[in-house]
């Protein structure tokens, strides 16, 4: 069937062809009117720190923005979970006509002597950007008083994107960044930027580093910790997996403290054995690279014969990806042609020129590569082609339902670990599972649409 598609909105949009130039608009404002999928600055500053577990995070602003953004990552803590609280000061008009400051100090105060944390974020949001409350001066006077971090987020939703947000968030973070003891932190050590533990992926990639012989000294930011991120200018080497949200943050680390930095990904047999790989070549060191080599083989051993079993069932099927970032629709792609997919549509909310580009080079010829994409377009999209799943996340998954089509949830709310090599097999057996369930046959709509 045809699909309509806005006239604003063409050049966000590319059906890839052999030996034609790639073009493709990208980090622009969402269109006015086009129900875009794409976040706020605050929302985008929110799920990079959220995962902080033993800090305090404090919306300054009305009810509705910590609503929004209550436990959105989902993100797990091995120990404290402070960050599962959602504060606000509920700003109400009387505010906005005299000023939240004085409200904004108070419930600072109040909540730092009830729950002593680690250190404070304190999030502005689009009212206070209007209202002009100096957040700075709040913020140092009660980090004097209380003895702590208490550092001010400038996430006014109306100034961006939610690629904004995760700058506003990288900005913050890096006020923490120098101020730890980084004694008896050995050479031979990294920080692991990017992942943000949804169900319980930095645990598991953690311990594959210390396999190999690798030091973890921070996660930034899932199951994070303050403390750790006070010394995180200790460490030889930031590896980053969710560029876009946490690039940034490196890229200051590396300008203030010369530690170098590595694009990873952890979804996908390749690119985990890489990123295991990409370390240990790093450190130049022949034993670690012995080490990762054996690792990958050991659970290459374990997945590879159930991976296999699900490609003979799969084979041919159609897949379709939209994700936050870009750089883990890489790997999705990467996975979907290990299990003999087809991937027949590819987009983003917040990709790069240069992102979209890798994407166009990877994929088939005639694979839709959409940016900020809106839910008129993605639901003729996954008709247009025929897809038997859906890769998304919760503002996804009723295009699916209402198309009878497969979906597979991998973003913020997902409790199935789909990172690492468990988490391919975990990935396969989902997809597997909802590709070829027997519902499908009392869903007229799938023959109607293919």
């Given at each position: 069937m045809p699909t309509a598609i806005l006239?604003?909105?063409?050049?966000?949009?590319?059906?890839?062809?052999s030996g034609n130039q790639f073009s493709i608009a990208c980090d622009k404002e969402s269109l006015a009117g086009a129900i875009s999928q794409r976040a706020c600055v605050f929302c985008g500053s929110r799920v990079v720190l959220y995962p902080i577990a033993d800090a305090l995070h404090l919306v300054h602003g009305p009810i509705g923005c910590a609503v929004y953004t209550w436990d959105i990552r989902g993100a797990l803590s091995s120990g404290p979970e402070l960050h599962r609280l959602s504060f606000s000061t509920d700003l109400q008009e009387i505010d906005v006509i005299f000023g939240g400051e004085k409200k904004l100090y108070a419930a600072l105060i109040e909540l730092i002597d009830r729950h002593q944390p680690k250190a404070a974020f304190v999030y502005s949001t689009c009212i206070v950007g209007i209202?002009?409350?100096?957040?700075?001066?709040?913020?140092?006077?009660?980090?004097?008083?209380?003895?702590?971090?208490?550092?001010?987020?400038?996430?006014?939703?109306?100034?961006?994107?939610?690629?904004?947000?995760?700058?506003?968030?990288?900005?913050?973070?890096?006020?923490?960044?120098?101020?730890?003891?980084?004694?008896?932190?050995?050479?031979?050590?990294?920080?692991?930027?990017?992942?943000?533990?949804?169900?319980?992926?930095?645990?598991m990639i953690r311990e594959l580093y210390n396999k190999i012989g690798i030091n973890v000294v921070a996660n930034i930011t899932g199951d994070g910790r303050v403390d750790d991120i006070r010394r995180a200018h200790g460490a030889a080497l930031n590896v980053v997996q969710c560029s876009g949200a946490t690039m940034h943050l490196a890229k200051m680390m590396e300008s203030e403290f010369a530690i170098p930095n590595l694009r990873v990904s952890y979804f996908g047999v390749d690119d985990m054995a890489e990123s295991l790989y990409s370390v240990a070549a790093f450190f130049q060191d022949d034993e670690i690279m012995a080490r990762a080599k054996q690792v990958v083989k050991e659970e290459l051993a374990k997945i590879y014969p159930r991976l296999m079993a699900y490609k003979k069932a799969l084979s041919g099927k159609r897949a379709a990806i939209y994700v936050g970032g870009a750089f883990k629709a890489f790997s999705l792609v990467k996975a979907f042609r290990l299990l003999d997919m087809d991937v027949v549509m590819v987009g983003s909310q917040t990709g790069t020129a240069d992102e979209y580009k890798e994407l166009q080079e990877i994929t088939a010829p005639g694979t839709i590569i959409v940016d900020d994409a809106n839910p008129l377009e993605l639901s003729a999209f996954l008709q247009e082609k025929a897809v038997d799943i859906f890769v998304g996340g919760v503002k996804e998954r009723p295009i699916a339902y209402k198309l009878g089509v497969g979906f597979c949830d991998h973003n913020h709310e997902r409790k199935e670990a789909l990172a690492g090599f468990t988490g391919m097999l975990n990935f396969a057996k989902e997809v597997y599972s909802s590709v070829m369930s027997p519902i499908w046959k009392f869903m007229p709509r799938r023959e109607e649409i293919k």
């Open positions: 006239a604003e909105r063409q050049s966000q949009i590319c059906r890839t062809e209202i002009g409350d100096d957040l700075n001066a709040v913020c140092k006077r009660v980090a004097l008083e209380k003895g702590i971090p208490v550092l001010p987020v400038q996430s006014e939703g109306f100034k961006g994107n939610k690629r904004d947000g995760y700058r506003a968030a990288c900005k913050a973070m890096f006020e923490l960044v120098g101020t730890g003891d980084i004694s008896g932190i050995p050479p031979k050590s990294i920080n692991i930027l990017g992942d943000f533990n949804l169900a319980g992926e930095i645990w």
